[in-house]
């Protein structure tokens, strides 16, 4: 009878164990993963979030920047990471909803090996074009590209990134054709259009409006579905074309299985930093608007953000290993 009341009481200890680890977590270091290379609004957008998690827990939150194959190495790292709350994701449209459609072999499932934890920044792309195309407004460019069919050409930073997809959704919705010109970065598409070879982009707004501001390249429209507070003069694409919207975004991921103590004290925390003043004036400088969502409310919003780029990817033909 000993034995098993020693067994029993055994068992009970190792089961409180990961109960009061959950109750008190962070106890260690934190580690939150950002798929991309250091300086791009994903990364900066993370080392906001992580100096002030670090203040309230009083324990080490580090970025750890993993880039490559679009975001897709760094996202698999954190799918395989312990689901103990120590590994987090800042995913974005591409590492969690475009690429699951545009590569042909993943190691990851992004919707069975993640929990959604919340939403954190949404970011306009812009809609610019070289100053030597006529177009000035959204409906004039429409019908130049009506009348140039496919002789205009668009930059993007990548093949299958949002900015590519954007341009193509753009030609599906207006029914028009363009070539594309795929580059390395929203850099390169911007130093192609100021040498006069690039025609038109819709690209990040972060990098693309100081441009913009100098007369370097001509913006007509943003692509979300409400105007820019960076930009509250500048229309937004869907007021031409009705229901366009290609969003950039940022939101936070803990492996499957992550405690949902875990997940809801993430979400909370989250939630009262984006709504800081010094915070929300920190995002509105990069052109991002603070998001935080419940992880309920972030599922549903990437199941519909998925079966958007779904398709676009789909009409864009674009496949990669």
Do not use: C
Request: aromatic share 8%.
């Amino acid at each position: 009878m000993g034995r098993v009341l020693a067994v029993y009481v055994a068992a009970m200890f190792a089961f409180a164990v990961p109960l009061q680890a959950q109750e008190t977590w962070p106890q260690r270091q934190v580690n939150v993963v950002v798929p991309f290379a250091a300086g791009g609004s994903t990364d900066l957008i993370a080392r906001i979030l992580v100096q002030h998690m670090q203040a309230k827990f009083g324990t080490p939150f580090v970025v750890e920047n993993r880039g490559g194959a679009g975001g897709s190495i760094g996202t698999g790292y954190v799918a395989k990471a312990p689901n103990d709350g120590y590994t987090l994701l800042v995913g974005t449209v591409s590492s969690n909803a475009i690429n699951a459609f545009l590569y042909t072999k993943l190691p990851f499932d992004v919707d069975r090996d993640f929990q959604p934890v919340t939403l954190l920044a949404t970011l306009p792309n812009l809609l610019f074009v070289n100053p030597k195309i006529p177009a000035k407004t959204v409906p004039e460019l429409i019908d130049y590209l009506k009348a140039n069919d496919g002789k205009v050409n668009f930059g993007s930073s990548g093949i299958g990134t949002s900015s590519h997809l954007s341009s193509v959704m753009f030609q599906m919705a207006t029914g028009t054709k363009m070539e594309h010109v795929p580059f390395r970065s929203t850099g390169e598409v911007m130093n192609s259009m100021i040498g006069g070879h690039i025609d038109l982009a819709i690209d990040s707004m972060t990098t693309a409006w100081p441009h913009a501001k100098a007369g370097s390249v001509r913006a007509l429209a943003v692509t979300t579905p409400q105007r820019s507070a960076t930009a509250p003069d500048l229309p937004t694409i869907g007021e031409t074309v009705k229901g366009f919207e290609a969003t950039a975004w940022q939101g936070l991921f803990a492996p499957a299985g992550t405690p949902r103590t875990v997940i809801d004290k993430l979400a909370a925390e989250t939630k009262r930093i984006l709504e800081l003043p010094e915070v929300t004036k920190q995002l509105k400088e990069l052109g991002a608007e603070p998001a935080p969502s419940a992880p309920e409310q972030f599922a549903n919003f990437l199941a519909s953000e998925r079966a958007k780029w779904r398709d676009v990817v789909k009409a864009s033909g674009a496949r990669l290993d």
